[in-house]
């Protein structure tokens, strides 16, 4: 169960979330001159050398990752053709519904996620509407809820998993 993309694909999404992050610190801080005038019209964003390194190596960082995640999907896909999972999907691939026991401990991590949700999000809002920070802690503070979420969910499933092997 362990080499189930299905649990594996949390772990992807966390890293997909830290590569975001690296981004975003990246691009945080650019300068930019916007010149517009009758004879001109430009937009010139300048990285420093850190926030480049950041902002380039996460770039590629994704893409290398967006290779291995394809990869792995469809080898997946070519192992469980009856569980076939979509680039795109719609419903969440992680949850594991094949019989009942997987069903109530996906329903077990979605309450904690939905349980944690619960008390962060308003959390956020708050932070959003008084906090004297740049828009770009917000969107950090997403990241951070949206990196924990995926946490609980797994955490939550590996115990279950685990139990079981023992």
Same mark, same amino acid.
């Given at each position: 169960?362990?080499?189930?993309?299905?649990?594996? +694909?949390?772990?992807?999404?966390?890293?997909?979330?830290?590569?975001? !992050?690296?981004?975003?610190?990246?691009?945080?801080?650019?300068?930019?001159?916007?010149?517009?005038?009758?004879?001109?019209?430009? &937009?010139?964003?300048?990285?420093?050398?850190? !926030?480049?390194?950041?902002?380039?190596?996460?770039?590629?960082? /994704?893409?290398?990752?967006? =290779?291995?995640? +394809?990869?792995?999907?469809?080898?997946?896909?070519?192992?469980?053709?009856?569980?076939?999972?979509?680039?795109?999907?719609?419903?969440?691939?992680?949850?594991?519904?094949?019989?009942?026991?997987?069903?109530?401990?996906?329903?077990?991590?979605?309450?904690?996620? +939905?349980? &944690?949700?619960?008390?962060?999000?308003?959390?956020?809002?708050?932070?959003?509407?008084?906090?004297?920070?740049?828009?770009? /802690?917000?969107?950090?503070?997403?990241?951070?809820?949206?990196? =924990?979420? /995926? !946490?609980? +969910?797994?955490?939550?499933?590996?115990?279950?998993?685990?139990?079981?092997?023992?």
């Amino acid at each position: 169960m362990k080499s189930d993309f299905r649990m594996q +694909y949390p772990l992807w999404m966390m890293g997909f979330i830290v590569v975001l !992050g690296m981004f975003l610190f990246g691009v945080s801080s650019p300068t930019t001159t916007i010149v517009n005038s009758e004879r001109e019209q430009s &937009f010139l964003l300048e990285l420093g050398p850190i !926030g480049g390194l950041f902002a380039i190596g996460a770039v590629i960082l /994704y893409f290398l990752m967006m =290779i291995v995640f +394809y990869t792995q999907l469809k080898r997946h896909n070519k192992k469980n053709p009856s569980e076939k999972i979509s680039i795109f999907p719609i419903r969440p691939p992680e949850y594991l519904e094949q019989d009942e026991g997987m069903t109530h401990i996906t329903r077990k991590a979605s309450q904690k996620v +939905y349980t &944690f949700m619960s008390w962060s999000l308003p959390l956020l809002a708050v932070f959003a509407m008084f906090s004297p920070f740049t828009r770009i /802690y917000t969107v950090f503070a997403i990241l951070v809820i949206a990196l =924990i979420q /995926y !946490g609980i +969910y797994y955490r939550e499933i590996r115990k279950h998993l685990k139990e079981e092997d023992e």
